[in-house]
């Protein structure tokens, strides 16, 4: 996750650069797309691995009201994901 997100960092200063450089507006929503898309993955990763560990552990305890609240709590996160 984090070497995902030290690349995003790049590509928001490349951003930021191409401002600076006045480049062609449409370039520069292509590069603003391309980045709000990894982020996308970085949030679809860490939901992957919420799901894996944390809702699966609560699952094979046996502990059906944490698991319970877990899913719900992916549940809301997926919605805010596709809000964004």
Known sequence: VLMR???IE????????LIDEDTYCIDV???VAATSKALQGVGLQL???????CVAGAAASGDTERTS???SEATKAVERLLKA
């Not at 939901?47 to 560990?53: F, T």
Request: charged letters at 20%; glycine letters at 8%; aromatic letters at 0%.
């Open 5 to 7: 997100l030290k690349r």
């Open 47 to 53: 939901l992957d691995a919420h799901l894996q560990h």
């Open 69 to 71: 609240a877990l899913v």
């Open 29 to 31: 929503l292509t590069q």
């Open 10 to 17: 790049g590509q928001v200063r490349g951003l930021q650069r």
